[in-house]
DNA sequence: AAAACGTGGGG
DNA sequence: TCCCCAAGTTT
């Protein structure tokens, strides 16, 4: 293909018709930084209101790197991805306590920070430094799938080095930045992963499956499994005006995010054991527990299945990762999907 | 390499 | 309802 007129569409295209974006006001390195990490796996449409409100919550990276982590959580609640806010958070302070606050600017060293993997890497590179760095994401594999028709699996891992040393030859030594990011916009406008609109194709003299009529048949993706089923009892306990919540492992699911305590329902424990199992757990007395919803919540790898439940606890002795709150000191900690359906009908009956 | 890791929107 | 997806990284 002719690299320097391909170059040429896709730039001019992309300075004419590109989204005006929050991110892409800024110059901020640490800035854009911060929109790369939310919109990993996550829509443009449901980032801009938490990039807005965390650019006014945490204007720097020092401010960022100085914030409570329930803070951040709390601002982070609903994206999704947690591990994303605490290693973003860690990486920032790397950056403050050994760079002095300055974003580095090679791909050695931005790799290293926690949190930025190889697309983060070149993305921060090519956008707040100018810098001929591939950025590879799934938008960038279906649209040069499409144009170099490259019928490798995008799912399998290795893949992605295919993508990436394409990208390093016919990247734009001129514009780095408008190149990563036209590859993008054209996979998110126009080179959609379903009926791409071909016929508005700013490149599509270009593209070797548009040329063939493969379009449609690219790029290709082995789907994945489908996901297991758990069942859970979540319990709100109520003592006077204050309710009891845990804090979930520093690992794992939902690491670090408060919830209304859990017991998974398994064959030995039935619902109407629950009353007895908790409170000798607490030793103390849980009881007039009744369910009053039931939902299901699914995850990208697993469902939950939950009964939601009110009942009174007297003379409890809760372990440390567990306390009592009132009302406001709940609308303060941050909670998951699940956890947010299980208030909401709380709050609907006037329970908390 | 494969699985873990959230959420909400659209076909 | 179900399935796929959306600017991936970590283990």
């Avoid at 591990?83 to 950056?95: C, D, I, Y």
């Amino acid at each position: 293909m002719d690299k320097l007129q391909f170059q040429k569409d896709l730039i001019g295209w992309f300075s004419e018709e590109k989204r005006d974006l929050p991110w892409r006001r800024t110059a901020d390195p640490y800035q854009i930084w911060i929109s790369e990490i939310m919109l990993q796996q996550t829509r443009v449409d449901t980032v801009i209101p938490y990039y807005k409100r965390f650019i006014e919550k945490f204007p720097t990276l020092n401010d960022l790197a100085a914030a409570d982590e329930e803070v951040l959580l709390k601002q982070w609640e609903g994206l999704g991805y947690y591990s994303r806010a605490r290693n973003l958070q860690a990486g920032v302070r790397e950056v403050a306590e050994n760079y002095g606050g300055i974003v580095p600017n090679s791909r050695k060293e931005i790799s290293a920070l926690k949190g930025v993997g190889p697309y983060t890497a070149g993305a921060v590179l090519s956008i707040a430094y100018g810098i001929p760095e591939h950025a590879v994401d799934g938008n960038v594999m279906r649209v040069l799938s499409r144009i170099l028709l490259i019928e490798e699996d995008i799912a399998k891992p290795k893949t992605r080095k295919i993508f990436e040393e394409a990208v390093t030859e016919i990247i734009s030594h001129e514009d780095p930045s408008s190149f990563n990011q036209g590859l993008m916009e054209l996979g998110a406008l126009i080179c959609t992963p379903t009926s791409p609109k071909c016929l508005l194709c700013p490149v599509r003299e270009h593209c070797a499956a548009f040329h063939e009529g493969k379009q449609q048949d690219l790029p290709i993706k082995t789907k994945a499994k489908k996901t297991k089923a758990m069942q859970y009892a979540m319990l709100a306990i109520r003592s006077g005006e204050t309710v009891l919540v845990e804090k979930r492992p520093e690992s794992g699911l939902l690491a670090n995010m408060w919830q209304f305590p859990m017991v998974e329902l398994t064959e030995e424990i039935l619902p109407v054991e629950i009353e007895e199992q908790l409170s000798e757990s607490f030793r103390g007395t849980v009881s007039n527990a009744e369910k009053i919803t039931s939902f299901k919540h699914v995850f990208s790898h697993l469902t939950w299945n939950v009964d939601g439940y009110i009942a009174n606890g007297e003379n409890l002795i809760v372990p440390p990762h567990m306390k009592w709150v009132t009302a406001e000191e709940l609308e303060l900690l941050p909670i998951s999907g699940p956890v947010q359906k299980m208030k909401t009908v709380l709050k609907q009956r006037g329970d908390v």
